[in-house]
Each structure stands twice: as structure tokens, then as C-alpha cells.
């Protein structure tokens, strides 16, 4: 099972950007989910371990990057023109099965809060 590390979030103004990482102990398919105040955990993002590709929810296409070194094990997640709705716990997580909603490996999460 892959151990993950995260790091970045903090609070943030509407329209600001912030960047997650999160350092794997191995190589294979990863991606970020939140969990929103009162809300169901939901996608965000997926990469490959090529980096090409990457997947996005509806909510953060245009606005969210995912992008990863490998060189590293870290995968990145750069959060542009951030808005109130995309406050919540961003959790890492990897796995074969990520984008079925069943990852095998959960970061710790972060907290990310985007104030009006």
C-alpha cells in the first residue's frame, strides 16, 4: 500500500490560487478528492503515473491543474480563481481504482477555506 504525505492549503480570498502536494512512497495512479462542509466526498482530479492526461470534475475544470513529478513521487495540484464553493478537505489519494471512487492509499487531508 502507497503511503501519502500532504501538503499546501491554507486559507485563501475568492479568485485566489493555491498548490497541494502530495509525496507518494511509490509510483501509480493518483488523484485528489474533497469533502465540502456538509457535503458528500466528491472527485476532483486524476493523473497517471506518465503525468499525461490528467481528469477533472466539472466544478474545477479550467480553474484546477494536476500535474506531477516523478522523479519525485509528488503530484501537484494547482488550485487558480478559486471560489467560496471549493472550500473543504482536499484528501490525496492513489490506487488502480481511484477514479471508480475506491482508492487503495488516503492522505491526511488539508484544509482548504476560500473566503468571500
Known amino acids: 500500500q502507497v503511503q501519502l504525505v500532504e501538503s499546501g492549503g491554507g486559507l485563501v480570498q475568492t479568485g485566489g490560487s493555491l498548490r497541494l502536494s502530495c509525496a507518494a512512497s511509490?509510483?501509480?495512479?493518483m488523484g485528489w478528492f474533497r469533502r465540502g462542509p456538509g457535503k458528500e466526498r466528491e472527485f476532483v482530479a486524476a493523473?497517471?503515473?506518465?503525468?499525461?492526461?490528467?481528469v477533472y470534475a466539472d466544478s474545477v475544470k479550467g480553474r484546477f491543474t494536476a500535474s506531477r513529478d516523478n522523479a519525485k513521487n509528488t503530484v501537484y495540484l494547482q488550485m487558480n480563481s478559486l471560489k467560496p464553493e471549493d472550500t473543504a478537505v482536499y484528501y490525496c489519494?492513489?490506487?488502480?481504482?481511484?477514479?471508480?471512487?475506491?482508492?487503495?492509499?488516503w492522505g491526511q487531508g488539508t484544509q482548504v477555506t476560500v473566503s468571500s
Open positions: 493523473i497517471g503515473w506518465n503525468g499525461g492526461n490528467p
Open positions: 489519494a492513489a490506487g488502480p481504482m481511484l477514479l471508480a471512487g475506491t482508492p487503495s492509499s
Open positions: 511509490g509510483r501509480t495512479f
